[in-house]
Structure formats: C-alpha cells, structure tokens
C-alpha cells in the first residue's frame, strides 16, 4: 500500500539552512505537499508540487522532486526560531481523494 | 473568523458511549475531509465528501464510524461504542477547487 516515510527529528542553528527528506512509495502519486504544523494549531499548507516537476522555490523554501528515486525534500534558507514546528510530507493521487501523510520530522531552531 | 471550525475542542467519554463531532467548513468550500491523528503520526485520512455524497472511506473507518454531511455545508462524525484506541485528534479540513486543504483546529477526543 502507500506509504510516506520521514525522519523524526532536525535541529539546526538559526540563520542555517534545513533540509527535511521525504520518501514515498506510490509511482502514481499526482502531488506531493508540505504542511507545518504548530504547537496548538492546525496544519498549514507551506508548499506542494505537481509530480511532473522536479523542483518549486517560494521564497525561502525549495522543494525537489526527484520521482525516480521517489524522494521529496524541503529546504528551509536562514532557518528562524519560528520556523520550530512539524513538518509533513503528503502525497495525493489521480483517481483518489485520500492523502496520505507521512509520521512528520520535528524541527528544532537553535538560537 | 471564516476558516474550519469543529465542535467541541475537547471530549473526555467512556469507553462504549456515543461522541459525535462537528466540522463547520469555509462556506464556500465544497470538498470536506475528516482525519485522525494519533501522537507521533501524521493525519490518518477517513473519509471524503463532495457537497453532500461522501465519495471515499478508508478502510480505517469501522463499522462503528459514521460521517455525514446533509446539506453539503457542515459534517458530522460519529463513533458508536468509544474503545480507548479511538482516543486521538480529529481533524476536519477543506477545500475548493484549489490544491489546498483548510484544516481546523481538531477535536481532543479522550477515552477513559
């Protein structure tokens, strides 16, 4: 069946760059998504990618799609303390309305 | 405020009674998703609603698991016969014809 995986923690200093990884295992998956989400609050779409793209910049966030491996990253440019959240990887599918979300990695800013 | 709103925050029952929770989405919004999340996990997709038809359930959503939307504006959730596993968060979201999704601040669900 599907499935996204993600490591569980980062912590980097503030003014670095993040990297988080995602891998998927669904060939057929439409878009790919990254969501935040806060101590307290909802999940918040940062960013998504149509799977016939290999990278997407919006400001400080770059995504790189690379579907042969099946790999997704996100990167963070002069991470802040208020970039500290959870991050999420999802994937959705053609022909489906089900997201699949992976376990998400925590990110920690170090002032 | 106009985004996702869900009633109640938080439910404390006992195992075997009846919860039901309600999802008011944007008002324009004609796609709604229910969701649960575990501690540690992502959201888990349960089911998906077109206006008023519910298109899609995961195989997750068991027998005692029941949603509804009856006039395409707000959903329900209900869990017949509450086990401690079903303890989690419960999270509405939804969308227009956009990619994105609208997530509201979940139900706390507690089992005892």
């Known amino acids: 069946g599907e499935d996204v995986e993600q490591s569980l923690f980062l912590s980097v200093r503030e003014g670095d760059s993040s990297v988080i990884n995602c891998t998927y295992t669904d060939s057929s998956s439409t878009y790919l998504y990254w969501y935040k989400q806060e101590p307290g609050a909802g999940l918040q779409l940062l960013t998504y990618i149509f799977s016939n793209m290999d990278m997407k910049q919006d400001q400080r966030l770059t995504v790189l799609l690379n579907k042969k491996d099946k790999h997704l990253s996100l990167r963070i440019a002069d991470t802040q303390t208020g970039d500290s959240a959870i991050y999420f990887c999802?994937?959705?599918?053609?022909?489906?309305?089900?997201?699949?979300f992976g376990t998400g990695t925590r990110l920690k800013v170090l002032a | 405020d106009t985004g996702v709103s869900q009633d109640p925050r938080h439910k404390i029952t006992k195992r075997g009674q009846n919860v039901t929770f309600r999802c008011d989405p944007i008002s324009e919004h004609n796609r709604l998703y229910w969701y649960r999340q575990t501690l540690g996990q992502g959201p888990e997709f349960l089911t998906y609603?077109?206006?008023?038809?519910?298109?899609?359930k995961s195989r997750l959503l068991s027998d005692r698991f029941s949603a509804e939307r009856p006039k395409g504006s707000f959903s329900t959730l209900e869990i017949q016969r509450t086990e401690q596993g079903d303890s989690a968060m419960y999270l509405c979201?939804?969308?227009?014809?956009?990619?994105?999704?609208?997530f509201g601040p979940g139900t706390r669900l507690l089992v005892l």
């Open positions: 999802a994937e959705s599918t053609s022909g489906t309305y089900k997201y699949i």
């Open positions: 979201a939804s969308r227009d014809l956009g990619e994105t999704q609208y």
């Open positions: 609603f077109q206006n008023e038809a519910q298109l899609e």
